[in-house]
C-alpha cells in the first residue's frame, strides 16, 4: 500500500465521512481520514490523507488556504445562510438595480477581500462555551457569536445572471462562505444566501486532478514523499534513524516541524530541544 494523500471530487449529497468510507471499502484500506470536511451540501475538492504514516502528519496542513466558486442567490436570506435553512423571501425595493459588475468588484475589493471582521452563522460548529452553536440554535435558544478576523486573499464577481451572484474566493482557514454571501446580499440592500459551493483548491491542490471516491486506485495516492517535499528537510543516517525510532534525541539543529528523511524516505517529524538537539515528535 501506499502511504499519502488523495484528492477526491465530492459530488453535493454524502458527508465526508461518507466519502471516507467510500474509499475505505474501495482501495481497501481503514486508515484513513481528512484535512477538513466539506459541508453536504458542497462539491468540489476533499484532500483525504490515506495509511497510519500520513495521517501522522495531517497536524502540519492545518490552516491551508482553500479557493471556492460561489452562487449567490439575491432577493431573499436564510437562517443558516445557505439553501438548507428557513428561506424568506425580500420584496425587491422600488427602483433597485443591480450594480453594473465594476461596481459589485469595488464592493467585493473595499468590504470582502483583505482581513475583515466576520460573525459566523449560528448555524455552525463554533464553540460557544464547550457547546457548539448549531445546537444551541436547533433547541431554539439565543446564539450570540462576536465577530473574528478573517484573511481573504481575492473576491472576484465571477457572473450575474438573476437572481444568482457567482463569486470565486480565495482565502484562508476559518472563513464562512456562507456568512460572506449573506453580508454580500445585506451590502447590496436586496439580501443573500449561498446557494451553492464549490471547493476548487486546498492549499496547492487542485480540484481538476481529483478523481470520485467510486474510481480511486492505489496509483491515485500521492506518496508521502511528494506531500512532503516542500517542508524543511534534513538527511539523517541509518544509525540517527534508529536512535529516533527508539525516542533518542538527536545533534541535529533543526527548524520546527523539519522533516527527516533516510534512504530518500520521509521517517519523523522533528521538532528542536532546548540543548540544540532534535526530538521526533511524531516518528513516521
Known amino acids: 500500500m501506499r502511504h499519502g494523500f488523495l484528492l477526491i471530487n465530492k459530488p453535493t449529497g454524502p458527508t465526508s465521512h461518507d466519502i471516507v468510507a467510500i474509499v475505505r471499502r474501495v482501495l481497501p484500506e481503514q486508515s484513513i481520514g481528512h484535512l477538513g470536511t466539506l459541508d453536504p451540501a458542497a462539491e468540489g475538492l476533499l484532500v483525504l490523507a490515506v495509511g497510519s504514516k500520513a495521517l501522522k502528519v495531517v497536524e502540519l496542513f492545518k490552516g491551508l488556504p482553500k479557493a471556492y466558486e460561489a452562487d449567490v442567490r439575491l432577493g431573499a436570506v436564510s437562517t443558516t445562510y445557505d439553501r438548507e435553512g428557513v428561506i424568506t423571501e425580500i420584496p425587491q425595493k422600488p427602483g433597485w438595480e443591480m450594480p453594473e459588475p465594476a461596481a459589485v468588484q469595488r464592493l467585493l475589493n473595499e468590504k470582502f477581500t483583505g482581513k475583515i471582521a466576520q460573525v459566523p452563522p449560528a448555524a455552525s460548529a463554533v464553540h460557544i462555551g464547550g457547546e457548539r452553536a448549531y445546537r444551541k440554535m436547533r433547541q431554539g435558544r439565543a446564539v450570540d457569536l462576536p465577530p473574528r478576523d478573517v484573511t481573504i486573499t481575492e473576491c472576484t464577481l465571477v457572473s450575474y445572471e438573476h437572481p444568482i451572484v457567482r463569486l470565486f474566493v480565495r482565502c484562508g482557514s ?40 467510486e474510481s480511486v486506485r492505489w496509483t491515485d495516492v500521492l506518496p508521502l514523499k511528494e506531500v512532503l517535499k516542500s517542508f524543511p528537510g534534513v538527511m539523517l543516517t541509518a544509525e540517527e534513524a534508529k536512535d529516533l525510532s527508539f525516542g533518542k534525541n538527536i545533534a541535529k539543529e533543526v527548524a520546527p516541524d523539519t522533516i527527516a528523511w533516510c534512504n530518500d524516505l520521509p521517517i519523523a517529524i522533528l521538532e528542536p530541544t532546548e540543548d540544540g538537539r532534535a526530538h521526533g515528535r511524531k516518528v513516521l
Request: glycine share 12%; aromatic share 10%.
Open 174 to 213: 476559518g472563513t464562512y462562505i456562507r456568512s460572506l454571501a449573506h453580508d454580500f446580499g445585506a451590502a447590496l440592500r436586496i439580501g443573500g444566501y449561498l446557494s451553492a459551493l464549490k471547493r476548487t483548491e486546498v492549499g496547492e491542490w487542485k480540484l481538476e486532478h481529483a478523481v470520485t471516491a
